[in-house]
């Protein structure tokens, strides 16, 4: 089993040189190594801009996710979207997720968490800062409280270890950012609150199974989840995008991003 690499020297070069790197935000960092391992992952064909010009040239914050950036031609989506369609044709981390669920299936955890494992990370194709929070918020009117809840805190639980679930802190984080990497007092406020919370378990089996999520050469089928989809997501009748729920205008912006209003 390889697991996606990232070179710690050309990573650095990208995000500018080590000054750069101090100069970023530490949650930023996180991101934007996340999104460096989906992308290899995902074997895209388009590879992320040198960073180094996107911190000096950019003309957009850190919101732009990748259905803005990639300019490959989406095929049109249904009248009445199902989340399925949105996991095939929109989602461009859906790899990782079905990897991640998957090894949470093949372990025999919780439905709930399966499900979450699936979908923990795909918003960032519409943003890409503070994703655990935008991905929970994509989700909540679909979903059980704890499954959005969990996505929500998992962007903080990935830098808190926890040997009893056999989750350590990530060694890719020392070997890219350095041992005194620190982050941010959001996330150390999130993470107490959370760690003491009846809920903690619904977050953490989400870190757990992100470790299973980055294997190169190994493409899971979405089939498999299907059923689990049907009874942990409550599909509207209008499509997503459609049904005036919280997040619908998330979902049609997935849906065409291209849309002018
Ligand atoms: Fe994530
Ligand atoms: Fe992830």
Known sequence: MKTVDIDRRSFIAKLGG???????????????????????????????????????????????????????????????????DFYKDRFNSSRHGLQSAN??????????????????????????????????ALFAPYVDERISWGIRY???????????VGYAYP????????????????IKRDYKMVRNHKWYMESRLITVNDQYGFVEGYEPSVEPFIDIIGRQFKQPKEGLGYDNSPSAHMWRTFQNPERPL
């Not at 093949?106 to 655990?132: K, M, N, W, Y």
């Not at 962007?155 to 926890?162: H, I, M, S, T």
């Not at 060694?171 to 959001?186: A, Q, S, T, W």
């Open 18 to 84: 080590a000054a750069a790197v101090l100069a970023t935000a530490p949650e930023l960092l996180a991101e934007k190594l996340e999104d460096e391992m989906i992308r290899k992952l995902e074997n895209s064909s388009q590879p992320a801009p040198p960073i180094q010009q996107e911190i000096s040239e950019r003309t957009n914050r850190r919101g732009t996710g990748r259905i803005f950036t990639d300019t490959k031609e989406l095929v049109p989506l249904p009248d009445k979207p199902t989340l399925v």
């Open 103 to 136: 090894h949470a299936l093949e372990t025999g955890q919780p439905e709930r968490t399966i499900f979450a494992c699936l979908v923990h990370d795909v918003v960032q194709g519409l943003v890409r800062s503070d994703h655990g929070y935008w991905g929970a």
């Open 154 to 164: 998992h962007q903080a639980l990935r830098f808190y270890p926890d040997d009893e």
């Open 171 to 186: 060694e890719l984080y020392n070997r890219i950012f350095g041992k005194d990497y620190e982050v941010e007092d959001y």
